[in-house]
């Protein structure tokens, strides 16, 4: 009898998207006309594998493991064997989605757990530091990524909320099939903003002529007392650091020889200015007033002569005289 005429199947794997694109660890099974297996082919490294020889006939391939990262090809091909041929087969791939997963940032006050941050953005980096998304947190201090592919990134504040410190740490976040990984962070809060001021006392004849010993009183908006002030040798004082805000300055002691101010002097602390400077002119408590330019002893003469008067008038109305 003379042997079967016999030929083979080739096989070519290739991503479904790109013909170009070979794929490795495709595994078939061959089954004959009656479905039992009489061959296995499993793809290389450039995604081919060629079949022993089989007698000429159909055949039907059955894939029973996909290339790893692709979809299991559920349609069963068949191919017909030819004498002395080598049939080539080029069977495509569909990729499997990438698994997926979310990261959930929960922003809150190192001081206070409770009290969640709004306002926080931060970039999600890949290994390759490319930014790969965005998160800025809501109200109730949270925000959920969009899905990103299982792996390892980086989380980077590049905007903190409003009065708090800029978090300088990366943070490493790693990413799991399927779920919603949570990172809560911590921030710290921004010290108060202060600013002060620097009063200089001076003789309002003579700005030359610095005045020690004024006894400033610091008023808050309230009326409360925050702190005293005096004037040193050079006529300064420098208040200490005060809350932005406005404040009321009362002059409560004068230097020696010098009127006490009569009206007090409102000031506004603000972040643009880090210290105020103010001027206060303080005029000399001249109670013997000179005899040039001014009425000197005269005026009391004139109070004692109408005295006098006033006296013989209401004697004389009472004829006491």
Known sequence: ????????????????????????????????????????????????????????????LVEVEAPKGYELLK?????????????????????????MGKMKLVKVDISDKNKKLAGAKFHIEDLKEKVVGELITDEKG???????????????????????????????????????????????????PTGQFEIEKVDDKDSELKLKGAVFQVLDKEGKEVSRLITDEKGKVISNQLAIGKYTIKEIKAPNGYMLLRDPIEIEITEAVKTQKITVKNAKNNWVIPNTGGSGTTIFYVIGIMLMFAVLYFCKKNRIL
């Not at 495509?92 to 989605?97: A, F, T």
Request: cysteine-free; hydrophobic content about 35%; proline content about 7%.
């Open 1 to 60: 009898k003379l042997p079967d005429p016999m030929g083979k199947m080739k096989l070519v794997k290739v991503d479904i998207s790109d013909k170009n694109k070979k794929l490795a660890g495709a595994k078939f099974h061959i089954e004959d006309p009656k479905g039992k297996i009489v061959g296995e082919l499993v793809t290389n490294e450039e995604g081919e594998a060629i079949s022993k020889d089989l007698p000429k006939g159909n055949y039907t």
């Open 142 to 192: 949270e925000m959920i990524s969009k899905d990103l592919p299982i792996g390892n990134y980086t989380l980077v504040e590049v905007e903190a909320p409003k009065g708090y410190e800029l978090l300088k740490e990366k943070i490493t976040v790693k990413i799991e099939k399927d779920t919603v990984v949570e990172i809560k962070i911590e921030n710290k809060k921004l010290p108060d």
């Open 75 to 99: 349609e069963k091909i068949t191919v017909k064997i030819e004498k002395d041929a080598v049939v080539e087969i080029k069977i495509g791939n569909k990729k499997l989605p990438d698994p």
